[in-house]
């Protein structure tokens, strides 16, 4: 627990400290038992850590949501990352935030809804379970992710190059990518060999790599020395990775839904691979970080 108990919380095990903030419910702080933190410091030119995305993944075409003939303004990755959460629980090893529709959501998303977010710590790993649940009388047309931005490299002196990511399965394609924050498919090789892909900055020259059917449920992210990081996922079914030249993180996004194809132009409800919870129901989706130290 911090000093202003209200903005953020600290949680911890033996092998794990973590630290969420009140605003977007965003993890702030990934260290391990060395005292290494894993996340990228929210510093120019990228002034965020772990983002969460709700209740859209990528863009919309014009950054327009259209429901019912109407259209309402909704830009990229959603609100949620930008609004406080309310604390629902605080505990040593675990918290709960949660985000209702209010008279502002509904201004530019029309839907009822409550979106919580579980942070909960166990050894050396952080799981973080996302649930939506639809509150109104219609169906919920929603997607959620995960944006964490990890140091890359993650520690001083090591080339980015000496850095791969290992896929517990074979990941054969297709790769898609986005122009412009819309989607477009299989516009690029995939630059996977086998389970392995050996980073390099201008892997992201065309930004995001996108695997929309992953084989796999876990990657490790490591160079052949020191300190490594596993990153795994149940009920996701997407996975973006994505960083830029001028900034040093990597982001592997756990996703739940995707951007708009650059063809897309109806109704926000048609829009591919979105949940569509009705009444009442609710949908989850965990998200697992385990630290090794180096």
């Given amino acids: 627990m911090t000093d202003d108990a209200t903005d953020y919380h600290e949680i911890a095990s033996g092998g794990i400290t973590a630290r969420i903030k009140a605003d977007g419910a965003e993890l702030s702080l990934l260290r391990d038992a060395t005292g290494l933190d894993y996340l990228w ?15 859209i993944v990528g863009r919309l075409r014009d950054d327009t949501l259209t429901h019912r ?44 809804f409550r979106f919580e977010v579980r942070y909960a710590v166990e050894g050396s790993t952080l799981a973080i379970t996302y649930t939506a649940t639809n509150t109104g009388d219609e169906v919920l047309p929603a997607s959620m992710g995960a944006h964490p931005a990890f140091r890359w490299p993650l520690t001083p002196g090591v080339a980015k190059e000496d850095y791969a990511l290992h896929f517990d399965a074979a990941e054969a394609g297709p790769m898609w990518g986005v122009e412009g924050g819309l989607l477009t498919e299989a516009n690029r090789p995939c ?7 050996r980073l390099r900055v201008d892997l992201f020259a065309a930004d995001a790599l996108i695997l929309p ?82």
Avoid at 41 to 55: C, G, N, S
Avoid at 84 to 98: H, I, K, N, S
Wanted: with cysteine; charged share 20%; net charge neutral.
């Fill in 69 to 112: 003939g109407r259209d309402y303004r909704m830009t990229q990755h959603g609100f949620a990352r930008d609004r406080r959460f309310t604390w629902v629980e605080r505990t040593p090893d675990g918290c709960a935030l949660a985000l209702s529709d209010d008279a502002e959501t509904r201004a530019i998303y029309p839907f009822g």
């Fill in 213 to 294: 059917k992953p084989a796999s449920r876990s990657v490790r992210y490591a160079a052949a020395t020191g300190p490594a990081l596993t990153v795994a996922w149940e009920g996701f079914q997407q996975l973006g990775i994505w960083s830029r030249a001028d900034a040093d993180f990597l982001c592997i996004e756990p996703w739940k839904g995707m951007a708009s194809p650059a063809d897309f132009d109806g109704e926000f409800v048609d829009k591919p691979w979105l949940m569509l919870i009705p009444p009442g129901e609710s949908r989850s989706a965990i998200h697992r970080m385990t630290v090794q130290p180096g």
């Fill in 41 to 55: 410091p929210a510093t120019a030119p990228w002034p965020r850590h772990a983002p969460v995305l709700f209740p």
């Fill in 191 to 197: 630059p996977i060999a086998g389970q392995d892909l």
